[in-house]
């Protein structure tokens, strides 16, 4: 089946740096990849729909220049989360849509902790 | 906006019991329906789906059925195993495939005991 990775799987960081999640399709081509946050006990909402070789779109509230998405390839989408604070902290999760399928296939995630 | 709402648990089943999960969904227009699952350690995978009213989605022994009438898609399997013991996912899209963003429920945890 289709596989989607994410690394790292968890990150620690201090406050005020950057830190980069990479999301792969492993085994297909992606033109769409979405990215979600989780908080503890929370439903997966989505930040932001990220598409091959053009400009994320963000849902409401979602600070672009917080979370800034690059998607570069068919295969690969990165978030950076840039000057992160203690309240960005939180589960990250990708998916990748499989056009032929029409079916989003999740990443592992990437926990995400900022002291 | 659309949304989702269903058991948040945690719930505890001993083997071999009879499941069920509710969802119910608001939403504009004609969405579509899935269930996910996440076991522990892995990302979400798709358990099944109902693109219109009165589809049933099946899969592993899992099955949904679409109620357009009370906006709803309970998930049952009429006999739980120990590898059952997931968080369940409901989650609606707008497209009929899930190529639109999905909006997902809270999430139940499950485990079932030997």
């Given at each position: 089946g289709a596989v989607?990775?994410?690394?790292?799987?968890?990150?620690?960081?201090k406050?005020?740096?950057?830190?980069?999640?990479?999301?792969?399709?492993?085994?297909f081509q992606?033109t769409?990849?979405?990215?979600?946050?989780?908080?503890?006990?929370?439903?997966?909402?989505?930040?932001?729909?990220?598409?091959?070789?053009?400009?994320?779109?963000?849902?409401?509230?979602?600070?672009?220049?917080?979370?800034?998405?690059?998607?570069?390839?068919?295969?690969?989408s990165?978030?950076?989360?840039?000057?992160?604070?203690?309240?960005?902290?939180?589960?990250?999760?990708?998916?990748?849509?499989h056009?032929?399928?029409?079916?989003?296939?999740?990443?592992?995630?990437?926990?995400?902790l900022?002291l | 906006?659309?949304?989702?709402?269903?058991?948040?648990?945690?719930?505890?089943?001993?083997?071999?019991?009879?499941?069920?999960i509710?969802?119910?969904y608001?939403?504009?227009?004609?969405p579509?329906?899935?269930?996910?699952?996440?076991?522990?350690?892995?990302?979400?995978?798709?358990?099944?789906?109902?693109?219109?009213?009165?589809?049933?989605?099946?899969?592993?022994?899992?099955?949904?059925?679409?109620?357009?009438?009370?906006?709803?898609?309970h998930?049952?399997?009429?006999?739980?195993?120990?590898?059952?013991?997931?968080?369940?996912?409901?989650?609606?899209?707008?497209?009929?495939?899930?190529?639109?963003?999905?909006?997902?429920?809270?999430?139940?945890?499950?485990?079932?005991?030997?």
């Open positions: 989607v990775s994410q690394h790292p799987s968890w990150v620690i960081c406050s005020g740096t950057s830190v980069k999640i990479e999301c792969r399709s492993l085994d992606a769409t990849m979405f990215w979600y946050r989780q908080f503890p006990k929370q439903s997966l909402m989505l930040m932001a729909t990220s598409n091959e070789g053009s400009k994320a779109t963000y849902e409401q509230g979602v600070e672009k220049d917080k979370f800034l998405i690059n998607h570069a390839s068919l295969t690969l990165t978030l950076t989360v840039t000057s992160a604070h203690p309240e960005d902290s939180s589960f990250y999760i990708c998916s990748a849509l056009g032929g399928a029409e079916t989003q296939y999740f990443g592992p995630g990437t926990r995400l900022v | 906006g659309d949304s989702v709402t269903q058991m948040e648990g945690p719930v505890t089943l001993s083997e071999e019991a009879f499941l069920t509710n969802c119910t608001t939403a504009t227009g004609y579509s329906l899935f269930w996910y699952v996440q076991y522990p350690g892995e990302g979400l995978q798709l358990l099944l789906k109902a693109t219109k009213a009165d589809d049933k989605g099946s899969n592993k022994g899992f099955e949904a059925t679409y109620r357009k009438e009370t906006t709803s898609f998930l049952e399997k009429g006999s739980v195993q120990v590898s059952d013991s997931a968080v369940y996912f409901c989650a609606l899209s707008a497209s009929q495939g899930g190529s639109e963003k999905l909006v997902f429920g809270k999430g139940m945890k499950l485990t079932v005991n030997p």
